[in-house]
């Protein structure tokens, strides 16, 4: 099963399972399983509430230890000897290592000696092992997540005064797409952005999908402008079986017509350093009929910083242009065959159906061309055709 987490107003650990509760996991059962950690002096109270006219799950968990603060490998060690089942464990986990990774850089402590204070009380503990438990117990196992909104301001902390987003919160969503709200209150907190960085997949506009249900989790603020609501929505995936893979990834873009020519080939070379996917030349005419070159590059949301930088620094070009786009592509990977020329690298192609072809790689062909002074061309018909599937 998919799951959506559409976060227009933000997620927080309550909110994650205020939403799950309202998909139809049962509390009785949420609180027996949590107390397997083992963790007692708890109690997790619903209520249903409404923001703006739209009917929500309001989690509150009622704690007797409110004060105490615990490290991050009291809490591994609590989690490794429940009876919690393995990807349950594995989920929370995951999760805490995120947010005492996050702490640790912040606070310039080992991983293992940094205390969670607000997070490291049973609150936070039901709200992460909760939602890990309501993921086994719907079935998910793919999560998406939309952008996520921050908000503006100030928070206390044990620490004191912070701004919002919290330093936490902005550790733990490197390389996530986020955008401001300009509302001013914390909308991602840490274990919210802890929870989601480590489950969803990819953050993306929504999928296709059959909608199976929608649940609303509530905030506990009611914002002016907006709900203070996270929606989850759980379904299928289209019913035809397709085995294209797809992506959401950044072209960024320029148009020069006065560099150098032979600049290119070097930029080129140092944008795939950077990580781009492709790189490409386009022949362009410009104002006043300038000839001209429109730079364009393929890259994944994380190397776009890098990619910007690269074609600022190394090129002429006094700005760029980027925006996502959705890509669909066939799963390939790099395998070793046997032929004519010995064992060489040629890549297996899966293709929309679920068969596979394979391809000769041009720089092998390339080499025994030139090692056998044959043309290439002979050298990719004979692999091809060594290598074909009965």
Not at 65 to 92: F, G, M, P, W
Not at 247 to 275: A, K, Q, S, Y
Not at 308 to 313: A, D, E, P, Q, Y
Not at 352 to 358: A, P, V
Request: net charge positive; hydrophobic share 40%; proline share 5%.
């Amino acid at each position: 099963m998919l799951a959506y987490f559409d976060c227009f107003s933000g997620i927080s650990g309550d909110m994650t399972l205020g939403a799950f509760i309202d998909l139809g996991v049962p509390v009785k059962w949420l609180k027996e399983n949590i107390g397997n950690i083992p963790l007692t002096g708890f109690d997790i109270s619903v209520t249903s509430v409404f923001r703006n006219g739209i009917n929500a799950k309001s989690v509150h968990v009622k704690t007797k230890d409110t004060a105490e603060s615990r490290n991050y490998a009291e809490i591994r060690s609590l989690i490794q000897n429940s009876r919690l089942s393995r990807h349950v464990k594995e989920n929370s986990l995951k999760i805490f290592q995120k947010l005492a990774e996050a702490e640790a850089k912040i606070h310039g402590r080992p991983v293992d000696k940094v205390h969670f204070h607000e997070l490291g009380g049973i609150d936070a503990i039901v709200d992460i092992v909760g939602a890990a438990l309501c993921v086994e117990y719907l079935g998910i196992n793919k999560i998406i997540a939309s952008k996520l909104p921050l908000g503006t301001g100030f928070i206390d902390c044990m620490h004191g005064t912070l701004p919002v987003p919290a330093p936490a919160t902005l550790a733990l969503l490197k390389d996530v797409p986020v955008y401001g709200s300009g509302i001013p209150h914390e909308l991602v907190t840490p274990t919210g952005a802890a929870i989601i960085v480590t489950l969803a997949e990819s953050f993306e506009p929504m999928p296709d999908m059959l909608i199976n249900k929608t649940g609303y989790g509530a905030g506990k603020r009611e914002l002016k402008t907006i709900p203070n609501l996270l929606r989850i929505v759980t379904g299928n995936t289209q019913s035809h079986k397709s085995y294209a893979q797809k992506d959401r990834i950044v072209i960024v873009e320029t148009c020069i017509d006065d560099m150098n020519p032979e600049i290119f080939g070097f930029v080129m070379d140092r944008l795939f350093e950077d990580g781009a996917l492709d790189v490409y030349w386009i022949p362009i005419f410009m104002k006043k009929n300038r000839p001209g070159t429109m730079v364009q590059v393929l890259c994944r949301i994380g190397q776009k910083e890098a990619v910007i930088n690269r074609i600022l620094s190394e090129t002429t070009s006094l700005g760029v242009r980027y925006y996502d786009v959705d890509r669909a592509w066939l799963a390939r990977k790099q395998i070793t065959v046997k032929t004519g020329y010995g064992m060489v690298k040629v890549k297996q192609i899966t293709d929309t159906d679920g068969s596979t072809r394979i391809v000769p790689e041009y720089e092998v062909c390339k080499k025994i061309a030139l090692e056998k002074n044959i043309p290439i061309r002979v050298v990719y018909d004979r692999i091809a055709k060594e290598t074909q599937t009965p």
